[in-house]
């Protein structure tokens, strides 16, 4: 059994290590239909090895019918055909195992495809209840389509209706409110038990869990919703002690339900407060609960006043999770997902990466890297609608899932032989778009400047999740020491700034990566786009 980390108690692992999310339709694929498959993976673990990731999350790969990118399950024990069996996903959890990278998968544990069998059973049968159904049309409830009489409660899309884990409390407004201890409750925990004993006894590390906290409904303070997963999260361990759970959530009403939910760390989603803060720049467009965006911090040409209330509006959210659960509570910090948009997004271009990245593998989070992040792949504003990337008109989701960029020499740049109009999307038409194998070719690209940045993290324990961050400058540049032993400078813009930095008496400051930033005895310069990290001696 895996080491658990003093304090945090989740498996050592995760606590060391850095994640790549793989959206496996756009990664590599194989056969030449134009779409990612596991086989394609399975030729790029060299390459993922060579990065320094200690663990993949794929997007759903189960069978679906792809009208939310997978998000609409049909059958949660078997692999989508058009990424292979479950047999290669076997395979790619034993070739990624022999070269250090645990597997975790999203599981969508909030609702279903309508063409899951257990919803084409429910829809024409009233006595089972593992879906919400209404005798009265209402908000997010969609008519039947089978001979049940009523309506169904949907979760986002109409073909997504929402699993029954029953309601914390019943209403005579509602009268086919259930109980989370009714029978449907009942059933759909047991087949959660099975789904993730199913995948974890074929060898995958553990789940990233869609939309965690929103299975009890009506459920004030997720008493119930806590509930539910701490005892799945009781039984797991104790059949698998070194397998995770990972929430997706950071909303201000969920703070602590991941430690309360006994999940092994929290996940910082990229649509929320916390992150927005930090790198959205409205690029991607404009989130539905948004009127407009607000200024963020990794912005080249922000206002200095309005660049660092955006990082304070960050260490607020940070400081109030932390002080909620304790210093040492884990956070994944993404550079993107598959849900919004990229690092390279508007006005952010590929140089301004490397302060983005030295901040997020030193901050003290676990970081994740979105595939192409760590090459400036950008977010394509003219991307076609694909399944279901529109959620609202003000933004599309497929602009940060186009291809995965591998080789300029090679058609659609390695990602498949199939004709470039048979593509799962359109790749970045850019003649200078950056691939793989340039940026391995050139020890001073993106690439290489990210690899080292993984590696120097994990020789070097002061920069990881279990010590100490110390701010010492707050807004541009922004300094902070870890352990009480390394200084961190990163400045986002594109001007050089200067930052008055009391360090420890008598100490020096000696240079281990980055560029752009000299530290003397009154204080840290960073030229323009300047990062570096220092051991402080």
Request: charged residues 20%.
């Amino acid at each position: 059994m895996d080491e658990q980390v003093q304090g945090i108690g989740c498996p050592q692992w995760l606590a060391d290590g850095v994640i790549y999310e793989i959206y496996p339709q756009s990664f590599a694929d194989s056969n030449g239909d134009g779409i990612g498959d596991l086989a394609g993976v399975r030729q790029h673990l060299d390459y993922l090895e060579w990065l320094g990731v200690d663990v993949i999350w794929f997007n759903p790969c189960f069978a679906s019918p792809f009208r939310d990118a997978g998000y609409d399950v049909s059958d949660y024990l078997t692999i989508a055909p058009r990424y292979g069996t479950n047999e290669e996903m076997a395979a790619l959890i034993r070739e990624a195992k022999a070269r250090g990278i645990r597997v975790l998968l999203d599981l969508v544990a909030g609702h279903t495809s309508v063409d899951h069998p257990w919803f084409r059973a429910c829809m024409n049968d009233e006595s089972d209840h593992r879906y919400i159904w209404s005798d009265r049309a209402a908000d997010a409830f969609v008519a039947s389509p089978g001979s049940r009489p009523g309506w169904y409660l949907k979760n986002f899309f109409p073909e997504q209706p929402a699993l029954n884990f029953g309601y914390a409390r019943l209403s005579p407004e509602e009268p086919w409110r259930q109980l989370p201890d009714a029978s449907g409750p009942v059933q759909n925990r047991a087949a959660l038990r099975e789904i993730i004993d199913y995948w974890l006894g074929l060898g995958v590390a553990g789940f990233r869990v869609d939309m965690a906290f929103s299975l009890v409904k009506d459920d004030p303070g997720l008493v119930e919703t806590t509930a539910l997963w701490r005892e799945l999260g009781e039984w797991m361990r104790g059949s698998y002690p070194d397998a995770v759970l990972l929430p997706e959530s950071d909303e201000l009403r969920t703070v602590d339900a991941g430690v309360r939910g006994t999940f092994d760390a929290d996940f910082s989603l990229v649509i929320h407060d916390e992150h927005s803060a930090l790198f959205n720049n409205g690029g991607a467009g404009i989130l539905p609960w948004q009127e407009s965006v607000e200024p963020c911090y990794f912005d080249a040409d922000a206002d200095v006043d309005e660049g660092t209330r955006a990082l304070e509006t960050f260490l607020g959210l940070w400081n109030h999770h932390l002080d909620t659960n304790g210093a040492d509570r884990l956070v994944v910090l993404p550079s993107a997902d598959h849900d919004f948009s990229r690092l390279v997004c508007g006005n952010r271009t590929r140089e301004q990466l490397p302060a983005a990245f030295t901040f997020l593998l030193t901050w003290g989070s676990i970081p994740s890297i979105y595939f192409g992040d760590e090459i400036g792949m950008r977010y394509l504003e003219d991307a076609p609608e694909k399944e279901g990337s529109i959620w609202t008109p003000k933004y599309n989701r497929a602009g940060c899932r186009t291809p995965m960029q591998w080789d300029a020499s090679l058609p659609n740049a390695g990602f498949s032989t199939a004709p470039a109009g048979e593509l799962y999307l359109p790749q970045d038409p850019d003649a200078e778009r950056p691939t793989v194998a340039a940026q391995m070719d050139d020890p001073e690209s993106l690439l290489h400047f990210v690899r080292g940045l993984v590696r120097l993290r994990k020789s070097t324990p002061a920069l990881g999740t279990r010590t100490s961050t110390q701010l010492l400058s707050v807004g541009y540049p922004l300094v902070y020491l870890k352990n009480g032993t390394h200084l961190v400078v990163v400045n986002p813009l594109r001007r050089a700034t200067r930052a008055a930095v009391d360090l420890p008496g008598g100490s020096t400051a000696r240079h281990l990566y980055g560029t752009g930033v000299t530290v003397d005895d009154g204080g840290v310069r960073a030229g323009g786009f300047g990062c570096g990290i220092f051991e402080v001696g």
